[in-house]
C-alpha cells in the first residue's frame, strides 16, 4: 500500500464515529426532491429475509424493493472563480459503477493529507450540496464523503488543471414498519434497532443503528443486515435478517404475533380496579416478563400463556390467562 494510500485508510479509520446517531429521518430535504416516500429505491424480494418470533415458529414478512428511479437533474452551479495560485476540485458521486447518480443527502469533507503534531488531520473545507467545486492551494489533500451511514474516501492531488472526481458510495436503504395482522403498530409503540451480518453469524453483536422508528429511512452499506423490532418493552420481539442492495430501498414490514393487555385488581367482576397495586408477569414456568405499579398497567405480551400476580394491602392475588394473537384487552384479576 502506497504512502497516500495508507494515509486515506488511517484518515477514514480516524473518521470513524459510533453509528447509533446517525440515523436518516424520512425527510425529502435529504433524499431530494418530494417523491413518496424518498430517493431511494424497492421489486418484491422474496427471499433473503427470515422472521423468528419467540413462540419458536419462523414467519417471512413482507420485503419490497424499489427499483432506483431516474434521478432529476443536477441544479445548474456556479463554477466558483479561481484565484491565481490555486486548483478547483470538482466532486460528485454515484451509487456505484455504472449506477446513477446521487442527488442529495451527500456530506463533503476535505482534509490535509497528512496529520498534524497531535496526530489529527486538519478540515480544509466541507460541503453538503450534491456536487460541489472546492477551490484550494495546490497540493495533496484526502476527500471524504458521506451519504447516511455509508461512505467512500479518496486522496486527491492539485496542481495547476481543474481535478474532478466521482465517488462511488455503495449505500441502499432501509425502511421498516411493524404489523399486528393486517393492523399497523403506532410508531410510538415499537422501535428497531439494525445489526450487521446475519443473526445466526457467531461473534459479537453490536448495534450498527439503534431506536429507528416507523418511517424512518436509514442509509447503510450495501450487504446483510439483521433487524430486531421491539414492540413495547417486553416479550414482543422479532428478529428478521434482510439484504440491503446498492441504490435501493428495502421497505420491510415485520409482522408481531402479540397483543396489548391491560391489567385490573377488581373486588367484584367488572369493578373499579384498585389503586396501589403492584403486578407481576410470568410465563407458565415461573419466569417474570414484567413488573409495574398502579391501577391499570398496560403491557405488550407476545402471544403466549401467562399469570398475573396482583399484590395490594399486604396481599397476593393470582390468575392465569391466555394472550391471543391481535385481541388486545382487559385481565381482571379478582381480590379474593
Not at 424520512?26 to 424497492?42: F, K, T
Not at 440491503?244 to 385490573?264: P, S, W
Request: hydrophobic share 40%; proline share 10%; charged share 20%.
Amino acid at each position: 500500500m502506497g504512502t497516500r494510500a495508507g494515509a486515506a485508510l488511517a484518515f477514514a479509520l480516524a473518521l470513524m464515529v459510533p453509528a447509533q446517531a446517525q440515523f436518516v429521518s424520512n425527510q425529502p430535504s435529504l433524499l431530494g426532491p418530494p417523491r413518496p416516500p424518498a430517493d431511494i429505491p424497492s421489486a418484491a424480494n422474496p427471499s433473503g429475509l427470515t422472521l423468528a418470533p419467540p413462540g419458536g415458529g419462523v414467519t417471512a414478512p413482507p420485503v419490497q424493493i424499489t427499483p432506483m428511479p431516474p434521478a432529476p437533474p443536477a441544479p445548474a452551479q456556479t463554477t466558483p472563480m479561481v484565484p491565481a495560485g490555486h486548483v478547483a476540485l470538482a466532486v460528485n458521486a454515484r451509487y456505484g459503477r455504472d449506477a446513477p447518480p446521487i442527488g442529495a443527502g451527500l456530506y463533503w469533507r476535505v482534509y490535509a493529507d497528512k496529520p498534524d503534531a497531535s496526530g489529527l488531520f486538519r478540515l480544509v473545507k466541507e460541503d453538503r450540496t450534491p456536487t460541489p467545486t472546492f477551490v484550494l492551494p495546490p497540493g495533496g489533500y484526502i476527500v471524504h464523503v458521506t451519504f447516511g451511514l455509508a461512505s467512500a474516501v479518496k486522496p486527491v492531488t492539485l496542481r495547476s488543471e481543474t481535478v474532478r472526481e466521482m465517488f462511488e458510495v455503495g449505500a441502499g436503504g432501509i425502511r421498516l414498519e411493524g404489523r399486528v395482522g393486517d393492523v399497523r403498530i403506532p410508531a410510538g409503540q415499537i422501535s428497531f434497532d439494525v445489526y450487521k451480518g446475519s443473526q445466526f453469524e457467531p461473534g459479537d453483536k453490536r448495534p450498527f443503528v439503534q431506536g429507528l422508528v416507523t418511517g424512518d429511512v436509514v442509509l447503510v452499506p450495501e450487504g446483510t443486515y439483521h433487524i430486531v423490532s421491539n414492540y413495547g418493552d417486553t416479550n414482543a420481539v422479532v428478529r428478521s435478517d434482510i439484504r440491503v442492495q446498492i441504490g435501493k430501498l428495502t421497505d420491510v414490514t415485520v409482522t408481531h404475533r402479540a397483543a396489548v393487555i391491560t391489567l385490573k385488581l377488581v373486588g367484584d367482576r367488572g369493578g373499579e380496579a384498585l389503586a396501589n397495586t403492584s403486578w407481576s408477569v410470568l410465563t407458565p414456568g415461573g419466569d417474570l416478563i414484567k413488573e409495574s405499579i398502579g391501577a391499570f398497567p398496560r403491557v405488550v405480551l407476545a402471544e403466549g400463556e401467562y399469570r398475573a400476580i396482583a399484590r395490594n394491602e399486604g396481599k397476593v392475588f393470582e390468575r392465569e390467562f391466555k394472550v391471543i394473537n391481535g385481541v388486545d384487552g382487559e385481565i381482571e384479576v379478582l381480590a379474593r
